[in-house]
């Protein structure tokens, strides 16, 4: 598996992973030439010229498990029961989903563009926005989930901030937070990147590296963040505790503030695991997204280190090994959309069969893996739908 480390823990022998196609690639902090390390002599190279973090494949000594047993199994040992979910159909919910989500949408466009011109944050249509992004959490998870991956490269800045509150949702649904709390989680999560208004555009949309002085400046949006809705005057102090804390990390490297866990709310955290989640499993002018099954295996990867360990546990079990929206790979050879995860049963989701080994369409065929007590089909392994020239979106959307 592959873990991100500090660079003070680089030892002789370990393998550095380049991650090319992760959101990190352009941060200046992190070592990314890949190889195995030769001497502490390099060691110290790589300290001297100012890196902090690296990705190294981290062996389990006597262990054949791949990434997704091992998510497979910490899912299984969980002994908690999931809560109830997908009381209404994702054919039929996925047009609801849709609705809330273009409205949050269209909120988050109008409220960015005021805040640039000074204007304050409107609570109260935010708040709305985020109840109807509840209420369909609530009716079937899988289509917002599978809704959000389904957002263009080109409208990420907007598409980020729904994305990250309706994911929080969620999960905050999943551990059965109250009504309440929902709201406030929700709020935060559009409101999360609200400070990178204050931060200059030229900045915020660079495709390559960012120089330090130049991440210097993007690690300040959280506090501007916060400046911008103490200003606005009537939000709860728990939404800008979050905004200004979506990241800080588990082990106190995080910023602006290098609070470790303890000495952060809870809020903070759950953001920060669907901030990352989106920003592995989404397009950008940079990168491509990562399948979501291997983002998981990543957030798996930085437990104690950016996550608290079980948080980052609970928050896979409530996405799934096979989340929402993913391509499948089934034993028969044909490939399948994964429609609905399943919480109590996490290798045997719903999925939609749409194409045959030939990558040819067929007639698409809803098959749930957990029907009968021995499947006739199972899953192989997740695929890529940009390799397979896949848009997955009318699939998705269409009942049949
Ligand atoms: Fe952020």
């Known amino acids: 598996m592959i873990r991100k480390i500090s660079v003070q823990d680089l030892k002789p022998g370990m393998e550095v992973v380049r991650m090319s196609s992760d959101m990190w690639t352009h941060l200046p902090y992190l070592y990314t030439k890949p190889g195995v390390i030769e001497s502490e002599m390099q060691i110290h ?29 910490l899912i299984l040992d969980r002994t908690s029961k999931a809560p109830a979910k997908n009381n209404a159909p994702f054919h039929e919910e996925f047009r609801n989903a849709r609705k809330a989500y273009d409205e949050a949408l269209h909120l988050t466009r109008r409220m960015v563009s005021d805040v640039k011109m000074g204007r304050q944050v409107d ?55 109250p009504k309440d709390e929902l709201l406030m989680l929700g709020m935060a999560g559009m409101l999360h990147d609200l400070g990178k208004t204050a931060v200059p555009d030229r900045i915020i949309n660079k495709k390559g590296r960012l120089t330090p002085r130049e991440f210097e400046e993007v690690k300040k949006h959280p506090t501007y963040g916060r400046k911008i809705l103490e200003k606005s005057g009537n939000i709860p102090q728990r939404i800008i505790q979050a905004v200004e804390e979506h990241h800080e990390k588990f082990n106190g490297s995080g910023y602006p503030s290098g609070l470790r866990k303890d000495d952060t709310g809870v809020f903070g955290r759950l953001l920060s695991l669907a901030d990352v989640y989106d920003a592995l499993t ?16 990543i957030m798996y990867g930085m437990r104690d280190q950016d996550f608290c360990s079980s948080e980052v546990q609970m928050f896979i079990k409530c996405l799934g090994i096979f989340p929402s929206g993913s391509l499948v790979r089934l034993d028969s050879g044909n490939l399948g959309v994964v429609l609905e995860s399943n919480p109590q049963r996490p290798l045997l989701p719903k999925i939609k069969v749409i194409l045959d080994e030939d990558l040819r369409p067929i ?3 809803l098959v749930d893996l957990a029907a009968t007590e021995t499947p006739t089909v199972s899953i192989v392994e997740c695929a890529d739908p940009s390799q397979y020239r896949i848009n ?9």
């Open 45 to 73: 190279r790589i300290r001297q010229e100012g890196y902090l973090d690296v990705f190294v494949r981290y062996e389990i000594p006597g262990s054949t498990e791949s990434e997704e047993e091992r998510l497979e199994r």
């Open 123 to 177: 609570v109260e249509a935010t708040g709305h926005a985020v109840e109807g992004i509840i209420e369909t959490a609530a009716r079937n998870p899988d289509a917002l989930i599978c809704l959000s991956k389904l957002s263009r490269y080109d409208s990420y800045t907007y598409a980020h901030s729904i994305n990250v509150a309706a994911i929080a949702v969620v999960f905050g649904e999943y551990l059965e937070l």
């Open 282 to 297: 989404s397009d950008r002018s940079y990168k491509n997204a990562i399948l979501p099954n291997k983002a998981l295996a």
């Open 363 to 365: 007639p698409a065929q």
């Open 392 to 400: 997955l979106k009318p699939y998705l959307q269409s009942p049949r």
